[in-house]
């Protein structure tokens, strides 16, 4: 068996080797050795296309093809007219129909291209969990690698970077490079990402408490939070678009609604103190810290879906740092501002509870 | 005094009171058989956590990773009777232009770090910024280990254990000058002091070949026979085991008490009551935390018997520790050991990707100890370590075949090798698949070590272990 012989031991004195030159030694680089039959083994377990009814499937190619084919033939219809009114109104038609097609092409075309990168991530995520559970040797060094180039094209990740390769040795296995990477380079993305966060829900929260209109809060909402997830997104090294961040948003809100329940009877304890503090402030306050509250949420399952390595018990962002931040924000601008316009507090609905159960 | 100076002073007092108690003690039980890296492993871990502050070879040591050790000194220890472990000669022994191990130990040897750190709870920091954590360690000669299992048993019991271990592996024929000596004498007869001391020469000597034999045979009781100390020439150290089948079919209580037997036996029991018992009672009394070293190459190289030997020994000592409840070692000493640690020592010469099957190779050669052993409320973890790497891993070619091997100076010849030892198997192989099998571990001299921090192979991972969660 070839197998046995390689099991056999060998030792060569170096100073031998070099006289005779029969044996090739290289400093190993962990990062080129990615076993060739593990790919093998990968590219053989594929996912069974799933067979939706026949019907069914035509619908969006078929609604689609329609939408488009009657915006073209109208678009076409408009423009003949335009010609036969004034032929430079025509041609001006044509600019502008032509502009439409391409920046919407391009737009479509960015939006595929982001959701593609979060495909991509989601995928790493899953490669990297996997790895993580073996007992490999020289699989991941590939990939971190690559992955820091992923990321350093949005971000500057050099001196984080710098902390990586110091810190880790030739003779780590998989697992280990991975948590080394997660704890240094990650760990320090992820600093950036919670001050992210903090900014905008504090902002957020201070614009709910000081916005006279419920309204508007809705949309104070969706458009500070989605800011934060362009922003959060780019940080992880794959940036979404306005389209690619529809698509985050509902993966956002799907885990959230998963998360929520377990997620709930952590806090509760935590979420007690905040209701003892905000009962002492203003009900437009009170809703300030809770829409902070939902978009520190927002922000912290964003930051899992983007992190390539994912978060442990240990690393795991905690939301009470981030309401402490909030609360301290909001009470302390609109404490200032209510000095100013020397309104009069409203009590908070907690308190009147309490004093009505008395 | 006034009211408010009253007030200060008290406050004063208290906060001292807060202070000295967030200045934490640990103490560590390094264990292991001799030559299984014990001095290495001290005076690397005490290295580790002198260059602590600044060196970013720790990714695994949260305290080192989060920049939060001050600093690290070794203190003059208190206790003056038991000399200091000598880490700057070891230090010296390692960097020197000629660099060699630090020799093998032959006594007692102890050493306190302390340990000065940025407090990072949120009660205690306001009471007080920074605060230090006291390490002792300590070394002793691994031969002195295989006393402990001595404890428990009675000389009948002991001398049963060395009867059977004469019928396995080459004991037998190394022990034949011993047993043509003591097959002369009457052991059921009265004494007489010349014969036995004869006996008793001849019986240590035996211990010595078993020690130097090629066989590498672990369990060599009683361990003061090979290493005396203080306790050389001494007569306490004049018995033997009773390997008679006859006599040990028989009660003892029947001969008289000068018999040769009876006297062996209380020989035996000073012996276990005034050498061994006290030396544990110090060194356990008082140890929060224990790492055993295990050195499976040795036992890789050497084959089966071998592999057993070391396995019986090793699961003695196990036991010995028994952590659980009702355990004689808690009762003797009470000792509050909360974390073990199980580490396969020398790992820098095994290739990086076979380190797990090391790991896997000592968990199963434990497996049976530890099945048997109920740790109650202890946390337990194994894996594979180097104190002081001193190989780095190659890809060579051979035969057309990419091996991964390591690269090292080698300790007989002091030449530059490259070696492929051979594969680990993660599971026990059979007797039969151990004749099959061959391993050539070589010993790796040290080479180019700077007087700085040393290189290791996952010492974060014991620091953190044995000492991450003693930091407030
Ligand atoms: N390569 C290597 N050899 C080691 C290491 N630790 C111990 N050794 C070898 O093992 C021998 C015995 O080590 P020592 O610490 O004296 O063992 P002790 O008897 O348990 O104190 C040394 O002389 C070295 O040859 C290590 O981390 N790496
Ligand atoms: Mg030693």
Known sequence: MSNEQQDKPVKISLEKIKSQDKIEVTPINPLQLVEENEQQEAAQIVFKEQTKGGIKRLFWPAFSTLVIGAATFQTYQFIQELFLTNAMLGMAGIVVAGAALVSGG?????????????????????????ILQQDSYGKAGHSLQELTQEI??????????????SAKQQVHNDHELIQIYSNSVLAGLDKMALDIISKHASEAAVMVALSPLAIADMALVAWRSSKMIQELSRLYGCPQTAFGRIDMTKQVFKNMMLAGASELVAEAGVEMLGKTLTASVSTKVAQGIGIGVLISRMGIQ???????????????????HLRKAIYNKVVGIVKNTDRDKNEERVKSPIIDDITQND | MSEKDWFKESYYTAKQLVERGLDKHVRIAVTGLSCSGKTAFITSFINQLLFAADNDRLPFFDMSKQQRIVGAKIQAYPDLHIPEFRYSAAI??????????????????????????????RWYKKAKEFSSLTVDIVDYPGEWLLDLPLLRMSFKQWSTQCTECLGRGSRKELAQDWLDSQNKTQLSEMYDEQSVSEIAQSYRAFLQRCKQSKANISLIQPGRFILPGELAGAPVLDFFPVVDESILAQDWSSFEAESTVRVLEKRFNYYRDKVVKPF?????????RQILLVDCLSVLNSGYESYRDMQFTLSQLL???????????????????????????????????????????????????????????????SMAIS???????????HDGKKLMCVQGVEQSTKETIINFPGKIPQQPPTKQQWSDLEFDFVNFAPSNLSPGALPHIRMDKVLHFLLGDKFL
């Open chain 1, 152 to 165: 350093s094209e949005y971000v500057e990740i050099s001196v984080l970077e710098k902390k990586y390769q």
């Open chain 2, 387 to 397: 104190s002081i790497n001193v190989t780095q891993p190659v890809m060579a070619e």
């Open chain 1, 302 to 320: 964003t930051m899992s879906l983007c992190r390539p390595i994912e978060f442990t018990e240990q690393n795991k962002p905690r939301l009470s």
């Open chain 2, 280 to 288: 544990f009672y110090e060194y356990f009394s008082k140890v929060d």
């Open chain 2, 92 to 121: 010296e022994y390692l960097t020197a232009s000629e660099p060699q191990w630090p020799p093998s130990t032959s006594s007692i040897a102890q050493s306190q770090i302390k340990i000065r750190y940025k407090v990072s709870n």
């Open chain 1, 106 to 130: 391009v737009a479509l075309f960015n939006g595929w291209r982001a959701r593609r990168r979060l495909a991509n991530r989601q995928s790493a995520q899953q490669e990297f969990k996997r």
């Open chain 2, 319 to 381: 036991q010995s520790f028994n952590y659980g409840q009702s355990n004689w070692v808690k009762r003797l000493f009470n000792p509050s050991i909360d974390k073990l640690m199980i580490a396969a020592t020398k790992s820098d010469h095994v290739p990086p990707e076979q380190h797990r099957n090391l790991e896997a190779f000592m968990q199963n050669m434990l497996q049976q100890a530890r099945n048997d052993i109920r740790y109650e409320g202890i946390k337990m973890e």
